[in-house]
C-alpha cells in the first residue's frame, strides 16, 4: 500500500472535512468523525483530519496509479468547496 499526506492550511479544517464525507457519502462509504472522517473509494481511502489552523488529508491506494488519482479527486473536490480560500494546490509528500 503506498501512503501520501497534504496539508490545507485553514480555519475551516473541520467545515471541509464534513462536506467532502457528505459529498462522497453519495457515491462511496464515508465515516465522519469528531477530527474528520475517511472516504472509502474503490482505488483506495483518504483520511481526513482537522486542526485548528488545517485539514490533513491521508491518502492510501496500492498502486501509484491509484494514488495520483486518489489525490486529483479529493483535491480538485477540496478546491471547489474552498474557493474563497484562493487559487491553491495541495503538495502531496510521501
Known amino acids: 500500500m503506498l501512503h501520501s499526506t497534504a496539508h490545507f492550511v485553514t480555519e475551516h479544517g473541520k467545515r471541509y472535512a464534513a ?3 457528505r ?5 462511496i462509504e464515508t465515516v465522519e468523525t469528531e477530527e474528520g472522517g475517511e472516504c472509502r473509494f474503490s482505488i483506495g481511502t483518504a483520511r481526513l483530519r482537522a486542526a485548528p489552523d488545517r485539514l490533513t488529508i491521508e491518502a492510501s491506494a496500492p498502486t501509484p496509479a491509484e494514488l495520483a488519482e486518489l489525490q486529483a479527486v479529493v483535491e480538485s473536490h477540496l478546491l471547489r468547496f474552498a474557493f474563497r480560500e484562493g487559487d491553491r494546490r ?5
Open 19 to 21: 462536506q467532502l464525507c
Open 23 to 27: 459529498h462522497f457519502a453519495h457515491k
Open 90 to 94: 495541495l503538495d502531496w509528500a510521501a
